[in-house]
């Protein structure tokens, strides 16, 4: 008899791939090069720093520009720069450069690294991918490198420029200000303020939406994906910025300092971040109630599928919105844009939200045990921030148990490749089912 051939299926190559990446990026965090004091990180603090890179999360638990050498910065960015885009991606690049032919096996690959629907041109979306990576965060680097150097010496701020164009553009909200202060210092500064948002923008809304604006002069269409994703995630900013500059604008702490220029592009800003960005010119942990748990809610719904964010995705949704919708509405449909939902596309929005729910209550609960005398809320902050890869902190992070960095570690690897992927990877093949059984009814509300 034949031995079968050992294969993979794509989930479990995604989430080896991802594990494959952190580690490598850990083993060089604990190396002398990569600290300051020539000691390393402890391999927990360096698989913690390894996961929120490579996930694009931004929580640390030590200060990165105060710790880490330029080598160990290096390695960041790079882990940055590999996870926001897919280590998929950057394989395929590589390919080119070295004139190899894609497979069908690696176009697959691709197609579930960038959660793309159809495999049909996926190797030139790869190519453009690259492509307005480089150009946006180019120009982003070059204007917040022109603003630094009002600040620093133009060596560190060219350096700083990239640095925080290239974290930004990613979702990663990774920072070299020191002392845990992100850019809060430049809370008014219109030019930090719009460059960066209009990096986390784009990063967040997805290189398929990209791609099809920018084909628009010749196509004249957009897909209802990218229409949906457009309006909802246009929403979600307008919504927000107006909440948050109401619940800060007489807070003392946050808004209240600021002219109005400053309060508006202030709550932009805040806006903006939670869509996974990780970056703040707010103190988090003044904010009012009102506005952290506002934060929370745009966190857990995060940025766009086949974007570098995390979260449940605005597709996600405005898919269970409009379920809601047709249902008080009486209506058996969900209708976008003249076009119809098909069933499957609503059960994979609900499965991914509870799957969503399911581990951010779980994170929170088994936190609450593992850090004792920590705020509940802080801690629910601090759970969801982790599975949606925003890497906003009330201050818990470097407080955290050796017990509570493994959940939270986990939690951000989960969040970036996605409960259903992990699950999937975990699960034997699935296969479908021999036989249906009888419809039955159950009382719903």
């Known amino acids: 008899m034949k031995k079968k051939k050992f294969s993979l299926d794509p989930p479990k190559i995604l989430v080896l791939g991802f594990a494959a990446i952190i580690l490598i990026g850990a083993f060089l965090l604990t190396t002398s090069m990569a600290t300051v004091d020539g000691k390393g990180l402890t391999f927990l603090d360096a698989l913690f720093t390894a996961t929120s890179a490579t996930c694009v999360t931004g929580l640390v638990v030590v200060d990165t520009g105060s710790t880490f050498t330029i080598f160990g910065e290096l390695v960041i960015l790079t882990l940055i720069q590999v996870g926001g885009l897919g280590f998929m991606t950057f394989a395929t690049f590589f390919a080119f450069l070295l004139g190899k032919r894609i497979s069908l096996k690696e176009r697959i690959l691709l197609q579930e690294s960038l959660n793309n629907m159809s495999i ?35 060596g560190k701020a060219i350096y700083l420029g ?69 309006v909802s995630s246009s929403i979600l900013l307008v919504l927000g910025t107006i909440l948050i500059f109401v619940f800060e604008y007489d ?98 929005a609900l499965t991914v939200t509870t799957s969503g729910l399911f581990l951010v209550i779980t994170m929170t609960m088994l936190l609450t045990i593992t850090e004792k005398g920590q705020d ?28 509570g960095r493994i959940l939270i570690t986990f939690t951000m690897f989960a969040g970036r ?26 009382m719903i509300g």
């Open 162 to 230: 990239f640095f925080h164009s290239i974290s930004n553009f990613n979702n990663a909200g990774f920072d070299l200000m020191g002392e845990f202060k992100s850019l809060t210092d430049y809370a008014s500064d219109p030019i930090v303020t719009l460059t960066v948002s209009a990096l986390i923008i784009l990063g967040g809304i997805g290189f398929i939406v990209m791609n099809e604006v920018f084909e628009y002069r010749q196509t004249k269409r957009l897909s209802m994906h990218t229409k949906i994703v457009l």
């Open 417 to 442: 490749v996605g409960p259903l992927t992990v699950a999937f990877a975990i699960a034997m093949r699935r296969s479908p089912d021999p036989f249906r059984y009888p419809k039955g009814k159950i």
């Open 120 to 154: 049909e041109g996926i190797v030139r979306l790869a190519k453009r991918i690259i492509i307005f990576t480089v150009l946006i965060e180019a120009v982003g680097g070059i204007l917040l490198s022109f603003r630094f150097s009002f600040d620093y010496p133009i």
């Open 251 to 348: 807070n003392s702490k946050t808004l209240q300092p600021l002219s109005f220029l400053g309060k508006t592009l202030a709550s932009i800003y805040q806006s903006v971040t939670p869509r996974t960005a990780g970056s703040n010119t707010l103190n988090i942990p003044d904010l009012t109630h009102p506005t952290l748990f506002l934060i929370i809610i745009l966190m857990f719904i995060g940025a766009s599928p086949g974007s570098t964010g995390g979260g449940i995705k605005t597709t996600t949704f405005a898919t269970l919105m409009g379920t809601v919708w047709s249902q008080i509405r009486g209506k058996e449909d969900v209708i976008f844009f003249r076009q119809r939902i098909v069933y499957e596309t609503i059960y994979k």
């Open 376 to 403: 509940f809320f802080m801690i629910l902050f601090e759970s969801t921030s982790a599975f949606a890869t925003v890497g906003l902190s009330m201050g818990l992070t470097p407080e955290l148990s050796p017990l």
